[in-house]
Structure formats: structure tokens, C-alpha cells
């Protein structure tokens, strides 16, 4: 499995594009909000010969999102996210400018969803789904086994956690979703955050100040 990393928008989203050997690929969290970074993806999945299959979204809060409108009328393909993640398409815009940041999205419907125990089997890539609540409410992770590699969206980041003051927001959930579906992961798992650098759970295990206290 390829993995491809891009940091898009004001709010610095990582974007991940993954690829098996034979060119299939899926999209976490499509972030790109501009005709440049619209462009950048692009020419990734295109120069590399991808056939873009499917996007997937550990939440549906807007820094996540804002790519979805263009790869779904370039590549017409579904997006997945938890259904109580619903909430966030009502009012992209609004949710957008409260955090400064302009949004021109067409109005998203979820019409393909995911939820805790899933698998998403993508041409040689399988991802199993982790209902991870706290940060948002309907918040999943993505755990690929083969490659020990943790698509962790705003759950867990090197050294931090995700906030809990949005709607849907809880921080004993999180604390409890992190020990309950992440720390049990292999030490060497890689993890891919929302923001920010890849760690790994071991790494966090040992040093993350906000997973040092006994629940
Ligand atoms: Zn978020
Ligand atoms: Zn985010």
C-alpha cells in the first residue's frame, strides 16, 4: 500500500491518498479547498495512472471535506463517513466561517456510511473501521493490519489529543475511545493524524501527556 501524504487548507489538514500496487486508490479526509491544491491531488492520482475508487472521512468536520465536491465531479465516486456525522453537512459554510475560513461547497449528502467493525477492501488494501467518539460524535479511525498503519483523523495526534468543545464533542468518550480501540494496537503501528507529523502508538503510549492518567 502507497501512502500520500498532503497538508491542505488554512486549517493545515492532512489529506491521505492510498494505492495498492495495481493502481486502485482511495482518499482519507479530502481537505484540498483551492484550485491549486485541486490541482496538486489531481496530478498525484492522474500521473500515477489511479483509479480513485472511493473517499473516506474519519468525521465530517469542514477542514475534512472541502475536497469532496471536486473529486466527486472528477471521479464520480462515493463518499463514507459515520452517519451521525450528518450533522456537520447541514451548515458547512456557517461551521467554515466561524474559524475564518471561506467555503464554497455544493451541499454534501451522506449516502454511503460507516460504522465501528466494518472493513473497507479496496483492490490489495483493507482498512478496518474503529468507532472512535469524542472529538466529534460520529468519529471513526482506520486501522489498515497488513501494513500496521492508523488513519486517526482528530482523535489522536503526535503528543496531543483532539479538542472536545465542538458539538458531539466529550472528552471522557475520547480519552475512552483512544484506550479502548487505539492504545491496544500494535507499539509499531504508524499513525497518520489529521494534523500534524506521524508518530506511532507506541511513541504516544509512552509520551503523550494527555494518556498518562489512569481513567
Ligand atoms: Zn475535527
Ligand atoms: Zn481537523
Known amino acids: 500500500m502507497n501512502i500520500e501524504v498532503f497538508t491542505f487548507n488554512p486549517i493545515q489538514e492532512n489529506t491521505y491518498l492510498l494505492s495498492d500496487d495495481r493502481g486502485r486508490a482511495l482518499i482519507i479526509d479530502p481537505g484540498n479547498s483551492t484550485a491549486t491544491e485541486d490541482r496538486c491531488l489531481q496530478q498525484a ?11 473516506v472521512c474519519t468525521h465530517l468536520h469542514f477542514d475534512h471535506i472541502m475536497g469532496i465536491n471536486f473529486l466527486q465531479e472528477k471521479y464520480h465516486c462515493d463518499f463514507y463517513a459515520h452517519r451521525q456525522e450528518e450533522y456537520w453537512l447541514r451548515n458547512i459554510s456557517g461551521m467554515a466561517a466561524a474559524f475564518g475560513v471561506d467555503v464554497a461547497t455544493r451541499q454534501l449528502r451522506l449516502e454511503k456510511t ?11 488494501m483493507r482498512l478496518e473501521v474503529l468507532g472512535t467518539p469524542g472529538h466529534s460524535a460520529g468519529g471513526l479511525c482506520f486501522y489498515a493490519p497488513a501494513q500496521q498503519a492508523l488513519f486517526c483523523g482528530d482523535s489522536l495526534f503526535a ?3 483532539g479538542r ?13 475511545s483512544i484506550h ?7 507499539d509499531e503501528t504508524v499513525i497518520y493524524p489529521g494534523h500534524g507529523p506521524d508518530s506511532s502508538i507506541g511513541q504516544e503510549k509512552r509520551m503523550n501527556p494527555y494518556l498518562q492518567y489512569q481513567r
Open 45 to 55: 492520482i492522474d500521473s500515477a495512472g489511479l483509479k480513485l475508487e472511493c473517499i
Open 159 to 161: 503528543g496531543s489529543i
Open 164 to 176: 472536545t468543545d465542538l458539538p458531539g464533542g466529550d472528552l471522557g468518550t475520547l480519552i475512552s
Open 180 to 186: 479502548d480501540k487505539l492504545l491496544c494496537l500494535p
Open 114 to 124: 460507516l460504522k465501528d467493525g466494518d472493513e473497507i477492501q479496496i483492490g490489495d
